[in-house]
DNA sequence: TGGATCATTTTTGCATTCAAAATAGAGATG
DNA sequence: CATCTCTATTTTGAATGCAAAAATGATCCA
């Protein structure tokens, strides 16, 4: 198994919350199961501690990060940024062929948003998401975002949908849409903001928190 | 020695240009240099793999990161969303004594720029851009810029200077301040990408790449 | 019974070792 | 003389082993 494949692995492990925000990483235990031995396992960890999904303790090994409210306010600030550079890049850049295929991507989303299926309806969201993002050709932004998003992702969908905040969003992707097809950078790059401040909104109030808070209910459950 | 200070040094003797862009990492000769074995090394040298300052190549070691024009130009562009993100928040949240503290950087950088000492004008240079981002009060935004200027900071800080570009760098800075002073964060978002912008205009135009020219030039020399 | 102290076990971090892969070099061949 | 092939050496990547640090828990004493 090559090195990126690890990282890959624990990545994912980390982000399904199959370890949970706080707790240790069972050092021995992903060895078995990954069927590695510690040096590359501990190679991936330093690089995943680098990326801000694990935190090390010198001497008492690794946790998965914990993030605070302050950490997730942080980061969908830098979303936003990231975002709405993406937003604005894409709009002087993208190919028809690439509108189509964001378009064809939005008809799915909106599709699954009547059918009531958020978990399709996530997958499609993000699929807009990284479209746009990869349409600034910028893999240097595309990395970045990736790390940042991966780092807030577990808590945006996962956060529970009121039906009018759901509505709010799906008439914002259509609004997302308009732009990039009108190719108006600075509009996109306005909605963009917008639409991740209000998911951000959701988040918090949603009493996100990986903190004692959600510790405590995760004990209790 | 400490994980983090091993991955700093290594950091260090890569900016420092001490190890060539393109350069294989002579990994017994580092462990001697730093008193370590390979392992904590080989660890310290994944995490700048995917910081980008280093190149893994399987079963072929690794090697100090080639950025080419495309590379920088996506820097520059990611280094642009940053600042002016930076700039944006920093209005709404700095402190009159921080603003204060700017102004002095500013005016000592100033004084640098009149005696002609273009060293100390880009530690001066730095600082301020360092405290704006600093002063936005998020460190999610604070480490990612830390990681691109890392990776741009070579090309930056090494390109040649014209009296013209140098005076409109200075004067673009006053208007930086004047804006900060302000808190007019569009104002300041628009002049920080305006600034950069042209920065990375002339580190391109230097014909900076370090591709295959400056290795012929490296290798002449 | 509560808590402090010290031995035992476990875990961590790193050096070393070992197998596999890549590179270099000598010799053969056209 | 250039090129190809096959072996020897080096280098890489990962497993193991070992010393130091931390966690555990057993014992003693107030």
Redesign the interface.
Known sequence: M??EEVVGRIRDILLDGEIPPGARIPERELCERLEISR?PL???L??LA???LVQ?L?HRGSRAAKLTDK?MR??F??C???E??AGE?ACERITDRKIAEIAAAHAAMVQHYREGDLLQYYRGNRAIHEGIVNAAG????A??YAT?TARIRRARYVTPMTPQRWALAVSEHEAILNALQRRDGAGLSHILRAHLRHKREEVLQAGFAETETSELALKIA
């Open positions: 090559l090195h040096t501990r190679e991936a330093k690089v680098a990326e801000g090390l010198p950490d942080d980061l600030e830098v936003q940024g990231l709405a550079l890049l910028n893999p240097v932004l990395a970045l940042v």
